[in-house]
């Protein structure tokens, strides 16, 4: 059975920084591109972050590129995502993805595994 479980969320205020943790089990997790999305209160779930298999490559949306940066450690079976000078506006819900496919990396209908996800709040 496959299992993304993420943790590190909390409140934090406007600049401080978080970093998530993706834990994947049940799953060859070095052949996955592992990716970060968010979604807020009536949005849609949008793309943060993704990584390559191998943490070669790593893709950004525009709104968190320069403050977030996602990393993985294959030993461990663990994604992360360390998110500094945070904005009120990236409070949101945030999932840790898997996907074994190719395609655009901010596609999400192309994953395949999703955590239940953590919440982030940041205050003003």
């Known amino acids: 059975q496959v299992q993304l479980v993420e943790s590190g969320g909390g409140l934090v205020q406007a600049g401080g920084s978080l970093r998530l943790s993706c834990v994947a089990s049940g799953v060859t997790f070095s052949m996955y591109t592992m990716a970060w999305f968010r979604q807020a209160p009536g949005k849609e779930r949008e793309f943060v972050a993704a990584?390559?298999?191998?943490?070669?490559?790593?893709y950004y949306a525009d709104s968190v590129k320069g403050r977030f940066t996602i990393s993985r450690d294959n030993a461990r079976n663990t994604v992360y995502l360390q998110m500094n000078g945070l904005k009120p506006e990236d409070t949101a819900h945030y999932y840790c993805?898997?996907?074994?496919?190719?395609?655009?990396?901010?596609?999400?209908?192309?994953?395949?595994?999703w955590g239940q996800g953590t919440q982030v709040t940041v205050s003003s």
């Open positions: 993805a898997a996907k074994l496919r190719g395609g655009p990396y901010d596609l999400l209908v192309l994953y395949n595994y």
């Open positions: 990584i390559s298999w191998s943490g070669g490559s790593t």
